[in-house]
Each structure stands twice: as C-alpha cells, then as structure tokens.
C-alpha cells in the first residue's frame, strides 16, 4: 500500500466534481494531477497546487507515459462522444500499462437507466437508455470496465448535481429560474459535497467491477425545488408553466423524457456512507448558510 505521499490521483477530466475529492486529498498529502480544455483554467489550477495538462477528447495528451507516471488512482468524468469515450479512445493502453494503478473511477450518469414512468431502479436494473447520449454511456461504462487492468474498476452513476455556484439558488438569483410542470415528473439529485464523500469511501473500500448510484434520498418535482429555493432567498416563485407550453429546447426536453426514482441504498449499505445532504431542502439550506 503506498504512503499517503506516493498516492496520486490522476483526473481526466478536472471538473466540478473531481475538484471537490481533489481538494479533499490533496489537504491529506496526495499528489494530484489533471487534464483541462482551457488554458485559463490550467492557471487557476495550477495556483493550487496542482499538475495540469491539456487534454480536449480530439487528440492525444502531450507525452501520457511521462504524464501518467506514478499514477496510483485515476478518475475520468470525460462524456462520451459521437466517436466513443475519448479518454480510451486515446489512452486506454496508456492506463492499462501502469503497473502503479490500484484504483480507477468512472462518473457515468442514471440516464443509463432510461425511462421508469416514476418507477424505482437499482444498480440491478437493466439499461435501457432513451437517448443517444445514455446509449454512448453504455458503450463507456462497457469499455471501462473491460480494461486489461489489475486496477480495481468502478462505476459511479450520477444523478443531477448541484452545491456552490451551481444550484437552484444561484438560477432564481439570476432571474432564469422557471417552474415548469410535467405532472409526475421528478428528478433525482446529488450535492457535490455528497460526491465526494461516495469518491473517497470508493477509495478507501475498493471492489472490483463495482457499480454505484449517486443520488440523494428523495427525488422530488424540479418545479418544487425552485419554489424552496425562492423562498429561501425571500423572493416570490415564478408561476408555474405546463412542460407541453414551455416552448423549450430539444435539449431540455430530452432531459424531461426520463422520470424515475434512483435508489441510493447500495452507498449507504456498502460503502457506509453518511449523507451530509440528504435532500435536496437541505442541500439548499445549507448553501445558504
């Protein structure tokens, strides 16, 4: 088992998400290394302390052998494209060529799961995804977890994520908050705080080939969710709108062409996790604060 500082986290993709256990593991002594589209970005990065490389999906990383090297732990949140998942696509013998790896996550999405007409799923359920981008989701979680690798693989399956920056507070304070209402329709969230929590009990307890839903326990009505945010922020909701009279676009509707409820139990069971935010009222609360 490596020392805390031999242990270094290596993320495609250094988004929102991977920065949230990247602080965290960093202030433990991990080293930690990823890859940007933009140049501002690697700045503001590397101010931080961290390794940043630039890596876009259309091409290869500038010297991945040398880059990767000593890599213990790898996360990719990099989205599929029309040609495949771009991390492997570029890199997979890359990674399968590191003999440090012991740990490897992959941030997929519960659109993989498809339509449930407001029905449960599980990490059990079958895929049935309704949409091209939950179909490519497929085709990576497949590639990932067929990597020729002694690395343990996991699956992360993540539902709509929000916390600082990035949540209903912050649309109604921008004026673009709408209520829209498709009757039955509810969404499944999770607070990037409660990410990084399922991320490090992964790390600390790996199990091979092991696939996890990463959502809060209540999925809940997304025209409800404004409503609490603006009265949090003591402001009048917006009035409600039907989905069919919304006049949105084909990417917002697609959005609205899935309604299920995801099922958390195997986080809290498995891996012992304790939700900080365990609803989406108390997330908001807690941004507020």
């Known amino acids: 088992m490596a020392s805390m500082k031999d242990r270094r986290l290596f993320c495609f993709g250094f988004g929102y998400s991977a920065r949230a256990v990247a602080k965290i593991l960093q202030e433990e002594g991990w080293k930690i290394a990823g890859t940007v589209r933009s140049d501002t970005d690697a700045r503001s990065l590397e101010l931080l302390g961290y390794e940043i490389f630039r890596f876009n999906g259309d091409g290869l990383m500038t010297s991945a052998h040398t880059t990767l090297a000593g890599t213990t732990h790898l996360l ?32 997929s999405t519960t659109g993989v799961y498809g ?17 091209e ?36 507070l912050d649309t109604v304070r921008s004026g673009r908050a709408r209520r829209i209402v498709k009757p039955g329709q509810v969404f499944s969230r999770i607070h990037v705080d409660d990410i990084a929590q399922v991320l490090l009990a992964s790390i600390s307890r790996p199990d091979p080939n092991a696939i996890y839903n990463v959502c809060d326990a209540e999925a809940a ?12 922020l003591g402001v009048e909701a917006p009035p409600e709108i039907d989905f069919e009279e919304a006049a949105l676009s084909d990417m917002a509707k697609s959005f609205y062409r899935d309604n299920k409820r995801v099922s958390n139990r195997r986080i809290l069971n498995e891996l012992g996790v304790v939700l900080k935010w365990p609803n989406y009222r108390a997330g908001l609360e807690g941004l507020i604060e």
């Open 133 to 168: 981008r939950g179909h490519r989701r497929v085709t990576s979680e497949n590639e990932w977890n067929n990597l020729r690798t002694d690395a343990a693989v996991h699956l992360f399956r993540l539902a709509g994520i929000y916390g600082p920056g990035r949540s209903a």
């Open 76 to 107: 990719s949140s990099v989205p599929p494209n029309a040609g495949g998942d771009p991390v492997l696509g570029h890199h997979a013998a890359d990674i399968e060529a590191l003999q440090s790896l012991t740990w490897i996550g992959y941030l």
């Open 115 to 131: 339509d449930r007409q407001g029905g449960w799923v599980d990490e059990s359920s079958p895929l049935n995804p309704t949409g």
């Open 221 to 232: 009505p997304p025209q409800d969710v404004i409503a609490y945010a603006c009265d949090l």
